[in-house]
């Protein structure tokens, strides 16, 4: 367990229950369906991205059943890195922290970009830039005024842009054609593991609940029934517009730009149809949605590794009136912004789902190290078919690193650099600083 430090007495507060988590499990993800996975097609092609999304579908069904064993377990804001310590030790911890950083700090900056990029469809004098620099003061300034204001934003926005979805495959449904779908495209083993982190998007950020576990009221309940809920909604919604989208023209058009679903609606509907720029303009709020959720859960994380002493203490303070953990709100959030600027909207994608494939491996290796080291720890809710579930989710993840790995080895080298550098800090500097004791 993870005590806070003596100069904060102020602890999150309980405010979350099952429609609330269930928005912002959806929300953290849901700019997974507004962009991002159609860079996919444009180095897989429809078909083979097709079986790449099917099999991180599998991937995300059976995690998703096994990963809530532990956040119910052990329902702590660290997450992750909370389950690696308790299971492995401190350098475990550190592992899987680093990763579920790089997972939600660098998850905004390619949102708010697509932002910026479904703005500027809206009104071309509106820059891209421009609007990414606003989202980031916008929605950290809303988080700092509490999770309850949160949480309720975050339903309201969930709730439109699902709803908004929905009427898109509705309205794209009528132009759908098979044959539009097949063509220009072949199914190979190539193009199916090249399209893996593109998949992975549509579904990337939705473990960030578990760390709002201190937040939620009744967590033994509430949280598998907001996580079963919110993987199931987000299976159907992607799976439903990918098919559809790549079925209405010619689907090399929508590969690679940060807006496609409304250039679908153009070419479904006609140039200057009405419909594309409502739902652009309300698609907005889809990107809010999931920018809003990963900015809780970066800030969330940095703030238990810094009660934890894996980041500088003052990173660990909450606001007294909101109860927030603000200073981990603001420092998270300028190095999001910084990563804005150093790279294309793929290229930080796929730095930020190498972050949360590595933290899915450490977290299944924790769950069945857990089973064994600690056989009385109270489990509310434990993964189905076990060890099947946990094991494919476990096998998945390590085929899909290795394929990430195989087909983007520079921004892998990167990654994995840094990530032996810090370790190394961490393992020689570090270590006398941590403040967890498990119980």
């Not at 709020?285 to 590794?305: C, P, V």
Request: glycine content about 8%; overall charge positive.
């Amino acid at each position: 367990m993870i005590e806070p430090p003596d100069h904060s007495k102020v602890g999150l507060k309980k405010v979350l229950g099952t429609t609330q988590l269930w928005a912002i499990a959806v929300g953290m993800v849901i700019s997974g369906q507004y962009f991002g996975w159609n860079y996919g097609w444009s180095v897989a092609g429809t078909i083979s991205f097709l079986v790449s999304v099917l099999l991180v579908t599998v991937l995300y069904l059976t995690f998703i059943f096994s990963y809530t064993e532990l956040t119910t377990s052990i329902p702590e804001a660290g997450g992750p890195f909370v389950y690696a310590f308790r299971a492995i030790g401190p350098v475990g911890g550190f592992v899987a922290g680093f990763a579920t950083l790089v997972d939600f700090v660098l998850a905004p900056p390619a949102i708010a970009i697509a932002l910026g990029s479904y703005a500027n469809f809206l009104n071309h004098s509106i820059p891209v830039l421009t609007t990414a620099i606003i989202t980031y003061i916008v929605f950290i300034s809303i988080n700092l005024f509490g999770m309850k204001e949160s949480a309720n934003f975050s339903l309201l926005v969930t709730t439109l842009s699902v709803a908004e979805i929905l009427v898109f495959m509705v309205l794209i449904f009528p132009s759908f054609k098979i044959e539009n779908f097949m063509a220009n495209s072949s199914i190979t083993a190539n193009g199916v593991f090249v399209g893996i982190p593109f998949a992975v998007w549509f579904f990337v950020a939705i473990e960030g609940v578990a760390m709002l576990a201190e937040e939620v009221k009744n967590p033994n309940k509430t949280i598998p029934k907001g996580y079963i809920s919110a993987i199931l909604t987000l299976v159907v919604l992607s799976i439903g517009i990918m098919i559809l989208s790549g079925g209405i023209g010619d689907w090399r058009l929508l590969s690679e730009i940060d807006h496609p679903l409304p250039e679908a609606l153009a070419m479904a509907l006609g140039e200057g149809n009405a419909w594309s720029k409502l739902f652009t303009g309300l698609g907005l709020f889809g990107l809010i949605a999931s920018f809003h959720g990963n900015t809780i859960g970066y800030s969330r994380q940095i703030y238990a590794l810094a009660r934890g002493g894996y980041l500088p203490d003052f990173l660990a303070r909450v606001n007294r009136r909101y109860q927030t953990p603000h200073w981990a709100l603001i420092i998270g959030g300028l190095i999001g912004f910084l990563a804005i600027f150093s790279g294309k909207t793929d290229q930080i994608i796929i730095m930020s789902v190498l972050g949360a494939i590595v933290m899915y491996i450490m977290s299944m290796i924790s769950l069945f190290i857990l089973r064994t080291k600690e056989p009385s720890l109270i489990r509310p809710y434990k993964a189905p078919f076990y060890p099947i579930f946990p094991f494919i989710a476990l096998m998945l993840s390590v085929l899909c690193l290795v394929a990430i790995i195989y087909y983007n080895q520079v921004l892998s080298s990167i990654f994995f650099i840094v990530l032996f550098l810090c370790t190394n800090i961490f393992v020689f500097f570090g270590r006398k600083f941590i403040k967890i004791s498990v119980k």
